[in-house]
């Protein structure tokens, strides 16, 4: 298949700009610098993938902080010419520095707007609070009503702020486990032992509130390889919305792990019997729907563009960027 046509993207201006401040120059003077040469080396671990893991458990903290004090050094703002010598050099450095801005900050962001926000911050509060507090009855949380005050939250808080928590990129584990701790996933989500999915999803369909949501995920999310956007309603915004009403119902959808952005319910097809591919068909639409998965970042990656072969191509080219 051919990929669709789509706008062209928006290229940073420094990137290719012809004047201002040169990176590399700017790069030579933090590297001689004794404050600031450590910093770029910390930024370069953060951006590098893997890399971050060497910096230990609090690599999240040292991410920010050294992106924090780069901002106010040279390397700020600093831009490339396109055709200068060493110019693979120059982008290195300027993408180590974009790319954790662009990605550490949005996280960051979207906590910080939300409890800015009156609703948000009291409805996030109130789950939260809801999600950790230990019950005499149910043990180390009461998930009903977890799940309730986490269905209120996003029902009430409008998208711009519950999807920013929810799918902001992240460039390392730390940033990525914070993001899937987002629902308080040990009350709302997590058991000692997996549901089969098929039981799961009888449980929901008995439930007029998790059926209808169910039906709605369904709809929104439905995939097409024939779509730019891999929606087959070019919606996946929409989509999006579908996910985030599954929260807090019986079928609760999270991030698998804390190292890609693989998601789906807390449960497994190991006991259906000769209904093995009917489960394997309900788990298909979080693992293998492109509708999903083609806006849910994945951790140490850059954001998808349109085309499948564009992903791989620009992936595998920033890192060359950054290895360099």
């Given at each position: 298949?051919?990929?669709?046509?789509?706008?062209?993207?928006?290229?940073?201006?420094?990137?290719?700009?012809?004047?201002?401040?040169?990176c590399?120059?700017?790069?030579?003077?933090c590297?001689?610098?004794?404050?600031c040469?450590?910093?770029?080396?910390?930024?370069?671990?953060?951006?590098?993938?893997d890399?971050?893991?060497k910096?230990g458990p609090?690599?999240?903290s040292?991410?920010?902080n050294?992106?924090?004090?780069?901002?106010?050094?040279?390397?700020?703002?600093?831009?490339?010419?396109r055709?200068?010598k060493?110019?693979k050099?120059?982008?290195?450095?300027?993408w180590?520095?974009h790319?954790?801005?662009?990605?550490?900050?949005?996280?960051?962001?979207?906590?910080?707007?939300?409890?800015?926000?009156?609703?948000?911050?009291k409805?996030?509060?109130?789950?939260?609070s809801?999600?950790?507090?230990?019950?005499?009855?149910?043990?180390?949380?009461n998930?009903?009503?977890?799940?309730?005050?986490?269905?209120?939250?996003f029902?009430?808080?409008?998208?711009?702020?519950?999807?920013?928590?929810?799918?902001?990129?992240?460039?390392?584990?730390?940033?990525?486990e914070?993001?899937?701790?987002t629902?308080?996933?040990?009350?709302?989500?997590?058991?000692?032992?997996?549901?089969?999915?098929?039981?799961?999803?009888?449980d929901c369909?008995?439930?007029?509130?998790?059926r209808?949501?169910?039906?709605?995920?369904?709809?929104d999310?439905?995939?097409?390889?024939?779509?730019?956007?891999?929606?087959?309603?070019?919606?996946?915004?929409?989509?999006l919305?579908?996910?985030t009403?599954?929260?807090?119902?019986?079928?609760t959808?999270?991030?698998?792990?804390?190292?890609?952005?693989?998601?789906?319910p807390?449960?497994?097809c190991?006991?259906?019997?000769?209904?093995?591919?009917?489960?394997?068909?309900?788990?298909?639409f979080?693992?293998d729907?492109?509708c999903?998965?083609?806006?849910?970042?994945?951790?140490?990656?850059?954001?998808?563009l349109?085309?499948?072969?564009?992903?791989?191509?620009?992936?595998?080219l920033?890192?060359?960027?950054?290895?360099?």
């Open positions: 298949l051919k990929c669709p046509t789509r706008p062209e993207p928006r290229v940073p201006h420094a990137v290719l700009s012809a004047g201002g401040r040169d590399l120059h700017a790069g030579d003077t590297s001689s610098d004794d404050t040469s450590p910093r770029l080396r910390t930024l370069r671990q953060c951006v590098a993938g890399g971050s893991m910096l609090g690599a999240r040292q991410c920010e050294a992106m924090t004090a780069l901002l106010s050094t040279p390397l700020h703002g600093c831009q490339c010419k055709g200068m060493r110019e050099n120059c982008l290195s450095i300027y180590s520095l790319q954790s801005v662009l990605h550490v900050n949005r996280c960051l962001d979207a906590a910080k707007a939300c409890n800015i926000d009156e609703t948000c911050q409805l996030r509060t109130e789950y939260v809801a999600c950790i507090q230990p019950s005499a009855r149910s043990g180390p949380c998930r009903p009503k977890c799940n309730k005050a986490l269905r209120k939250f029902d009430r808080v409008p998208p711009d702020y519950t999807h920013e928590l929810l799918f902001c990129p992240c460039t390392d584990t730390a940033c990525a914070r993001r899937r701790q629902i308080v996933p040990s009350c709302s989500y997590e058991e000692k032992d997996k549901p089969n999915c098929l039981a799961q999803l009888r369909k008995q439930d007029y509130v998790c209808s949501r169910w039906a709605q995920f369904q709809y999310c439905e995939a097409s390889e024939h779509s730019a956007s891999g929606c087959k309603r070019e919606n996946h915004g929409s989509c919305l579908a996910y009403g599954l929260i807090g119902s019986t079928i959808p999270n991030y698998l792990d804390n190292s890609t952005s693989n998601v789906g807390w449960c497994s190991a006991a259906s019997g000769n209904h093995r591919e009917q489960c394997n068909d309900f788990l298909a979080f693992h729907n492109i999903l998965i083609l806006h849910v970042p994945t951790p140490f990656q850059v954001p998808p349109w085309c499948p072969a564009a992903i791989q191509f620009s992936f595998i920033i890192c060359l960027l950054l290895l360099h």
